[in-house]
């Protein structure tokens, strides 16, 4: 049956219960309150927007939690192509960048997941000392 908003449905094995949330920003809210991990698969939008704020809530400390993108057959090397010069360029730490793990296969990415470690100094983008000069 199509629900006229936002629904998650809850994994412990097989489906057990099924949550039904008034808008997106609550559903986001309430997955992100469930989850040991995140883990992005090829997708559009709505995928690039969770994943996003997901990483931007590590970054500014709302959570601790590992991030990954499944990367099969390539589909974010763009995307990552990317992160990377926006890294390059200043606009992201390298402590921020590590909060992002990507693998190309399942399970080499729940490995990853696993084996994750918060980096340290990530409450670095608060104080930037060493700010980049940019020209426009």
């Known amino acids: 049956e199509h629900l006229p908003y936002p ?3 809850v994994y ?6 099924l949550e039904i949330l008034p808008d997106i920003h609550k559903r986001k809210a309430r997955m992100s309150e469930l ?10 939008f709505g995928t690039l927007d969770e994943l996003f704020e ?4 590590s970054q500014i400390g709302i959570h601790r939690k590992p991030v990954g993108i499944l990367n099969t057959k390539g ?7 990317m992160i990377n010069i926006a890294s390059r360029e200043g606009f992201i ?3 921020h960048q590590l909060l992002l793990v990507t693998a190309a296969e399942p399970g080499d990415l729940l490995d990853k997941i696993i084996d994750f470690q918060f980096p ?3 409450e670095r983008w608060v104080d930037r000392p060493e700010m980049v000069n940019l020209q426009f």
């Open 75 to 81: 589909y974010y090397n763009p995307l990552l192509d």
């Open 120 to 122: 340290d100094g990530i």
């Open 35 to 44: 989850a040991s991990a995140f883990i992005a698969l090829p997708g559009g």
């Open 93 to 95: 730490y390298a402590e």
């Open 54 to 57: 997901t990483l931007t809530w």
């Open 7 to 9: 629904s998650i449905c």
């Open 12 to 17: 412990a094995g097989s489906a057990d219960r």
